[in-house]
């Protein structure tokens, strides 16, 4: 049965027999007065008690003649009619997403037999030159239209050149973008589904690299086509872009001349720049479409010296169609084909520059995700955070990126001056003076300016998730306290005190709260406190706890992206939404392809992160073993200064970076030889034995301590015990009693969203944290007991958040879980009983 068939049928039954008891006609004995009254009635009291009931008649004394239990059947009814109606309108919208999706499909079905034949022609073709000629023929009849000259030269100086420009990039951009002119393969790890964002193919054998995805987004045409004509709100590498002329086409189009500038993703590379026609039209079916592709000539070309920083490239005929469905969203058909100009990169990062995949990754997919997360935001699907609209932590994950690439290209046009080395040449060096400093920046309480210090280095056989999970979970392995509390204050009070006048140490205690993530959860924004002493009692009662604003992507091997970032800067604890960044972070680009990502599956349970002990996941072990790649590391951090100070901040950057750049290169050697860092406690999967035995052990000390079942009897067996565990209503939570404090190393999912955090940032919550002083103390009293009886209850009080929000519960109950077979304890569990936020 096809997607139209199912949805038709599924919107016969909502419209079924119960829609024809609950017509207006069968309470026509009722006046128009009388129903207007009930209705009006229904909105105050949708769900009337009995004394509700006779405030009712009261108020309405026109429904004094009807009785009690009709008013409740009339009631019940309506809520009924309601139901029926947000189902039908449910299944409706369904129905119109299957019915286009199966168009889509049908369109895509359509395109590939048509590829199908040709290819079956041009063999033929082959084959026929091989048998009729000894020389082997040097035609290129076979080559894709991706391959042949795009166009014959036109004047491009006058509005008749330009059209005519224009409509041939239109019309080559729709070969490639619903026809055969690209030769159109489907990525790796990309196949659609149910589930699936889109439909995603790179170009095969073609000139340049191309990219093609299409999909079904629920967003007006218009409102696509203005998101995407603003590239660099979604196009991370997009530095700016600048019309320079606009004009009507004939058509009722326009045409515009677009110069746009890209960031180099790593310091051993200029960046690229465009000098472009963008025409945009709409179509005899209604279909808008934005189309672009080179021109010839220099065009808007910077300065000399601007210039220096950028190699020209190329855009052959890309752009996008979009399609209006039925009822509202749109289809859209997104192609990209650029010419990147390998050749003025070095060997080891020409990857990077002919890879169809990394275009994909970085551009095609991101744009119909982008597109996909307006959608949800516009749609009320996407949640608030901490009081924060999503947009606005769009535009904070924006910025960090810009502030990130900003200091890793260091554009001359933005003041920045590189300053001489010390002797090697690992780290450069420069300076941005604060009347340079661009609009992000230059509310900082800045009298000097900002210093970047940054490197590059390559990696052997270290995958980029493993190295960025490590860099995120584990701070304190390669930060200096000392520089983040330096750069806390300089930017805080403009007090530029040189790190050690005021010594802090770092408690290691790092706790991660969440703020929001992308729709396919691929990057996630943070914020970061980092707890520290300072060493003189005068200075005891002040707080030298550091936040940091902090995003990461590509912590998930199976992840879309095309390289893994950990970006943070400084912010002050009130946070507000108009704080200035200063963004220093790590860039991880895999430099060969990935292993393939079918191979591998993701789960949507916690266990598939479930961290206990020293064991080793086997996923784990298998995708580092099998993961042979070179990868390049990119490394910026800024700090500010104060003209005086420059030099010696200048000699502490670099001493800062050499001393990050050799403890990451110890964890990635560590991670290279085993596969996993020692000191990173690996994930464990959904089908992992350590997790299943985790839960069975929490369960079997549960009946034995309590004398009661934890989890209800159909989920007795070992196999559904860890699910239905991490299913389980009331929050359930496991601390390690190994440590001075102890320390979480478990939560289901109610245990996380009560402490509202993640199984990530579980790891550096301690018991005591939880409670408030009281519950300290009442915890305290009672551990001999439960040390001894092995279990106790708690009566209902209050804990806190990771975030600071009081969460009450009924009732507590904590046991200790006991190792099977050796009969130690393992850890303690808590269950908190119906509890939620006040």
Not at 131 to 147: F, I, M, N, R, Y
Not at 455 to 460: F, K, N, P, R, V
């Amino acid at each position: 049965m096809g997607f139209e068939e199912m949805a038709t049928v599924s919107q016969q039954h909502s419209s079924g027999s119960i829609n024809k008891n609950l017509d207006s006609g069968k309470y026509a004995r009722y006046t128009a007065e009388q129903v207007e009254a009930l209705e009006r009635a229904y909105m105050e009291f949708p769900k009337p008690s009995s004394l509700r009931r006779q405030q009712l008649i009261r108020e309405y004394p026109i429904l004094s003649n009807i009785e009690p239990k009709q008013i409740k059947v009339w009631f019940q009814n309506r809520r009924c009619r309601e139901k029926q109606r947000k189902e039908s309108t449910g299944l409706q919208s369904v129905n119109r997403k299957f019915s286009a999706m199966n168009k889509l499909l049908m369109e895509e079905n359509d395109r590939l037999q048509k590829q199908v034949s040709r290819l079956v022609s041009e063999n033929g073709y082959m084959r026929q030159q091989l048998h009729s000629s000894s020389k082997v023929s040097t035609d290129v009849s076979s080559e894709s239209a991706g391959d042949k000259p795009q166009h014959p030269r036109k004047d491009a100086n006058n509005p008749a050149g330009l059209f005519s420009i224009a409509e041939d990039t239109l019309a080559e951009f729709l070969s490639k973008a619903t026809g055969i002119a690209v030769d159109w393969v489907q990525m790796p790890g990309m196949k659609p589904g149910p589930d699936s964002v889109g439909i995603f193919a790179i170009s095969h054998n073609c000139s340049g690299v191309a990219a093609r995805a299409c999909g079904l987004v629920n967003l007006e045409p218009i409102n696509i086509m203005e998101i995407l004509k603003d590239r660099p709100s979604w196009f991370r590498d997009c530095r700016g872009l600048e019309v320079f002329t606009v004009f009507p086409a004939g058509n009722g189009g326009t045409i515009e001349l677009l110069y746009t500038q890209t960031y180099s993703p790593t310091t051993l590379a200029p960046a690229r720049d465009f000098w472009t026609l963008r025409y945009t039209t709409t179509l005899e079916n209604g279909s808008l479409v934005v189309c672009e592709r080179s021109l010839s000539g220099t065009g808007a070309s910077p300065n000399a010296s601007v210039a220096s920083q950028f190699v020209r490239a190329e855009m052959l005929p890309s752009g996008y169609l979009i399609r209006p469905c039925d009822g509202g969203g749109s289809v859209i058909h997104i192609v990209d084909h650029l010419d990147l100009k390998a050749w003025s990169v070095p060997e080891v990062l020409r990857p990077l520059y002919e890879s169809s995949k990394v275009l994909a990754q970085k551009m095609t997919i991101a744009a119909l995700l982008y597109i996909r997360q307006i959608a949800q935001e516009t749609s009320g699907e996407a949640v608030d955070s901490l009081g924060r609209q999503p947009a606005v932590l769009r535009t904070f994950s924006q910025r960090l990126s810009r502030g990130f690439n900003d200091a890793i290209n260091m554009f001359n046009e933005d003041g920045w001056l590189f300053l001489n080395g010390d002797g090697a040449e690992d780290v450069v060096v420069a300076i941005c003076s604060a009347k340079n400093l661009n609009s992000d920046s230059n509310t900082l309480p800045l009298t000097g300016g900002v210093l970047c210090a940054k490197a590059s280095m390559l990696l052997q056989n270290v995958p980029p998730a493993v190295l960025v999970r490590f860099l995120r979970e584990h701070r304190s392995e390669w930060a200096d306290f000392n520089m983040d509390a330096y750069t806390a204050a300089s930017l805080k009070a403009s007090s530029y005190a040189y790190p050690g006048m005021r010594p802090t140490r770092f408690s290691g205690s790092q706790i991660i709260m969440p703020l929001g993530h992308t729709v396919e959860q691929e990057e996630m924004l943070e914020v970061v406190r980092l707890e520290g002493h300072t060493f003189t009692h005068e200075d005891a009662f002040l707080s030298r706890d550091i936040h940091l604003l902090q995003v990461c992507n590509g912590v998930d091997e199976n992840a879309v992206g095309a390289c893994s970032e950990l970006v943070f800067a400084l912010i002050d604890e009130m946070f507000p939404d108009d704080a200035s960044l200063l963004p220093s972070g790590f860039r991880i680009i895999p430099l060969d392809p990935k292993p393939d990502a079918s191979t591998s599956h993701k789960t949507l349970d916690l266990t598939s992160s479930l961290e206990v002990g020293p064991a080793t996941s086997h996923a784990a072990e298998n995708a580092s073993s099998s993961y042979n790649a070179r990868t390049v590391l990119t490394i910026a951090f800024q700090f500010p200064f104060e003209s005086n100070l420059q030099v010696n901040v200048a000699s502490m950057a670099r001493q800062y970076i050499r001393s990050v750049i050799s403890s990451v290169q110890r964890v990635a050697m560590a991670i290279s030889r085993s596969g996993l860092s020692p000191t990173v406690r690996p994930k464990l999967s959904f089908c992992s034995p350590e997790a299943l035995t985790l839960a069975c052990w929490i369960c079997q000390s549960y009946r034995y301590y309590v004398g009661a079942d934890l989890l209800r009897e159909g989920s007795i067996h070992r196999e559904t015990v860890l699910k239905t565990l991490w299913l389980h209503q009331d929050a359930i939570l496991c601390c390690s009693l190994k440590q001075a404090l102890p320390v979480f190393i478990f939560a289901n999912q109610a245990g996380l969203d009560m402490l509202e955090t993640t199984l990530v940032a579980l790891q550096d919550v301690t018991l005591d944290k939880i409670f408030n002083d009281s519950g300290c103390k009442a915890l305290f009293f009672e551990f001999s007991q439960i040390m001894q009886q092995g279990y106790t209850y708690f009566p209902g009080g209050i804990c806190i958040s990771t975030m600071g929000r009081q969460a009450s519960y009924d009732q507590a109950i904590i046991w200790k879980v006991v190792e099977e077979e050796e009969n130690n304890v393992h850890c303690l569990a808590l269950s908190f009983v119906n509890w939620s936020f006040m």
